[in-house]
C-alpha cells in the first residue's frame, strides 16, 4: 500500500533503524532479545520468565525496556546497551537498491533511532550505509529519553533546524510517528507484522503506509 505525496520538496528525511531501513525480524532482534532477558533475569534477580514478561512490560509502557529498567531499577545504561548489543552482526546484509534510492534523495537525511551509536555504526557498516546520513540522533543525545516522548522530537527539531513542514519521518512504530505528526513533519509507517498488536494499531493521523521502504522511495523517486 504505497501513497506518495510528489509535490513536497523535502528537506530533512528522518529515519528510524530497525525494522525501518532494514529487517531487525530476520535476525537481530531475536538475538538482542535473548540478551535482554539474560541482563534482566540475573540483574534483578528474577527467573527468566518475569525477565520476558518486564521486557515487553517495560517497551511498551516506556518506548524502551531500557528506558523502563532505568526508572524502576535505576538500570546503568551503558552497561544493559554493552550487554544486549554484544551479538553478531553479520547477519545484516545490504541491499544495494534501496541503498541507491536513499543515496539519490535530496536533502538532510537523519537516523533517529531509540539505539546507541556504536549499535548504530555497526549495522550501518554492515549494510554498507556508512557516510550517508547527516547524522545519527541516537539514545544518547535524547538523554535517554526515547521515542515516542514529544520533548525528544521538539529537541531533535531544534538541533537540526527542521522546518516541519518539509520534512518528513519513516518508523515502523506508529505510536513513534505520531508526536512527529502532531508537530507537522509528515510520516509513513513502514508496516511491521512482527510488531507486538498492541503496539501496531493504525492512525488517521500517519500520512503514508507501506510495507517496505523501497517500495515507497522507488515511487516517490518516480514522482520527483
Ligand atoms: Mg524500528
Known sequence: MVKNNNKIDFKHWIFDLDNTIYSANSGIFDQIHK???EFIS??????????????????????????????????DPKEFLNY??????????????????IKKIPGKKIIFTNADISYVKKIL???NLNNIFY?????????FLPKPNMETYRKLIAKYNVD???AIFFDDIPQNLLPAAKLGLKTVHVYN???DEEL??????????????????KEWTLNN
Open 135 to 143: 547524522d545519527i540522533y541516537d539514545i544518547e543525545k535524547m538523554n
Open 35 to 37: 540478551k535482554m532477558g
Open 42 to 75: 540475573s540483574n534483578l534477580n528474577v527467573n527468566l520468565k518475569e525477565a520476558k514478561r518486564l521486557q515487553k512490560k517495560y517497551f511498551i509502557e516506556n518506548g524502551t525496556t531500557l528506558h523502563g529498567l532505568m526508572i524502576n531499577h535505576k538500570i
Open 200 to 217: 501496531n494499531g493504525r492512525s488517521k493521523k500517519i500520512d503514508y503506509m507501506t510495507n517496505n521502504l523501497k517500495d515507497w522511495l
Open 164 to 166: 516541519v513542514k518539509k
Open 125 to 127: 557498516t554492515n549494510l
Open 84 to 101: 544486549v548489543h554484544n551479538i553478531d552482526f553479520s547477519i545484516v546484509k545490504p541491499d544495494e537498491e534501496l541503498n541507491d534510492l
Open 193 to 195: 507484522s512482527k510488531l
